[in-house]
């Protein structure tokens, strides 16, 4: 029996309010009023679909000691469509990120936005062909859309990530129908920065209405099912109340179309089909018949049935526990800030080569990518970073460092500071010394904190996230941070 075996999901804290986007730009789109409702998902400065998707990852994976624990994926596939890099394998990045082994196959799906469907059937398939037993799907995305325009309300920033195989199957995948046409009812071209949209009623009366029920035809026809079989309908669809519509050609009940998280995430494009996949394996019941679609020049189709084992299913964060931890934004211009939509006046201390020593990177690359120390197997004492020499005054071994990951570690703030001095892109810069109980400490950077909320002996999680950007050479560098726990 193939199917997945867990599903995790990330999104970010912050909440941009559609109504402070419509105000702002009022003056010259008053449009934009009538679609004010809810709120959107909205990245960082530091987060993007690559560290969305790492989170999603560590919502799904064994986290008490990655080094040991997650050994057998072999295998990565990450979609989105805005992925940090055209020429590097970013699946490669992820793998680093969460510890995975190195003998591991990696594949990048981009270009549309229906890829976390298609890395999904690309990763079944794999399964289901011997070629792969454990293999982790991800999918990220954080577009950027021009100001005052419609994107802009209806984009969100979300990550998932699914992880699949043959034992502890909580969804049976039962079979996936594709078509693929180049409808064009928006492109980017090489690049470029934001999407160029079509006409609406185009996309929806020739797109959707004609190609999603083809789609969901040919899944029928093959695996022998009905739409009356289905107990859930998920499409991610921008016009309101034609999910439903497009159900009821299915031959599928309008009501078990899921919620499509546009009120308070908004579409997060190639992440988002399985996000809201990961949003119902929350609360589904074993028995239920699935059926998960997305539109995207074409559109990919899949079938699954809930098992038994999901009503043991680990629990971990989710699509649930990552809405509840919000908080609510209504600067727009923070927003425009962050997304690189207007041009701040930095200063001269902004003004450093921010040069990376490719080199150095890789020969630290466990260190820096997955905050990778060393345990001493003679004392046992954990040091961040790894050295040759064990820390402990009482033993000072030599070379008895076994390879240790902090990055599932729960840390506390020894000491810290808020500099107004240094440049930041969310100032003050929250920076302190972060210590972990089993040993190890080092200088960290602290996001998603506010000012006043962080003091010396709070609890913190570390993240993945941009470090630096460096626009010379258009290099992104990334490193651990650390955030403050969410104290009920």
């Known amino acids: ?98 510890n995975l082994p190195e003998g591991i196959s990696a594949l990048d799906v981009a270009a549309s936005q229906r890829g976390g469907l298609t890395a999904l059937i690309a990763g079944l398939d794999a399964v289901q062909s011997g070629r792969a037993t454990a293999p982790l799907v991800l999918a990220g995305e954080r577009r950027r859309a021009r100001a005052a325009s419609a994107q802009e309300l209806s984009f969100g920033d979300a990550g998932a990530a699914l992880r699949l195989g043959r034992t502890d199957v909580i ?55 009905a739409g ?31 919620d499509n998280l546009a009120a308070n995430v908004g579409d997060s494009g190639a992440a988002h089909a399985l996000l809201m996949l990961a949003h119902l394996l929350e609360e589904a019941k074993p028995g239920e018949k699935i059926l998960v679609l997305q539109f995207g020049q074409g559109c990919d189709v899949l079938l699954f049935e809930t098992t038994s084992a999901i009503a043991g299913a680990a629990r971990h964060g989710g699509v649930r526990a990552t809405l509840a931890r919000r908080k609510e934004e209504t600067n727009y211009l923070k927003y425009l800030a962050f997304n690189g939509l207007v041009e701040l006046e930095k200063g001269m201390r902004a003004e450093v080569d921010r040069k990376t020593a490719l080199s150095v990177l890789h020969r630290k ?43 599932e570690s ?48 709070s609890r913190v999680r570390m993240a993945f996230r941009v470090k630096d950007v460096d626009e010379k050479r258009g290099f992104r560098r990334y490193f651990w941070k650390a955030v403050p726990l969410q104290v009920p």
Not at 440 to 451: C, L, P, W
Request: proline share 5%; aromatic share 10%; glycine share 10%.
């Open 365 to 407: 690359n466990d260190m820096l990518m997955g905050l990778v120390g060393g345990k001493c197997r003679i004392c046992g004492t954990s040091q961040f970073p790894r050295t040759r020499v064990c820390v402990s005054p009482n033993c000072h071994a030599i070379d008895s460092q076994d390879p240790h990951s902090f990055a």
């Open 171 to 225: 969804a049976k995948f039962l079979g996936s129908h594709s078509v693929t046409i180049d409808f064009v009812d928006h492109f980017r071209g090489a690049g470029g920065e934001f999407d160029y949209g079509w006409e609406e009623r185009w996309i929806r009366d020739e797109g959707y209405a004609k190609i999603v029920p083809a789609a969901v035809r040919g899944l029928f026809e093959k695996t022998g099912v």
């Open 410 to 457: 729960e840390g506390t703030v020894l000491s810290w500071s808020a500099d107004f001095l240094t440049y930041s892109a969310a100032p003050p810069n929250h920076y302190g010394m972060i210590t972990f109980a089993e040993g190890g400490r080092f200088m960290a950077d602290i996001t998603d904190v506010e000012q006043g909320q962080i003091d010396s002996g």
């Open 1 to 98: 029996m193939t199917g997945i075996v867990a599903y995790g999901a990330y999104i970010p804290r912050l909440r941009l309010q559609r109504k402070a986007v419509a105000q702002a730009n009022a003056w010259y789109a008053p449009a934009l009023l009538a679609g004010a409702k809810g709120e959107r998902a909205m990245a960082g400065w530091d987060e993007d679909a690559l560290t969305l998707a790492v989170e999603a990852a560590r919502d799904c994976l064994p986290a008490s000691d990655p080094l040991r624990e997650r050994g057998f994926i072999d295998a990565i596939l990450l979609a989105s469509t805005s992925h940090p890099f055209s020429d590097r394998l970013n699946a490669a990045i992820a793998a680093r990120a969460l």
């Open 228 to 258: 009356a079989d289905i107990a859930h309908f998920i499409l991610p669809c921008p016009f309101a109340r034609m999910d439903r519509q497009l159900a009821a050609r299915c031959g599928v009940d309008p009501e078990r179309v899921r």
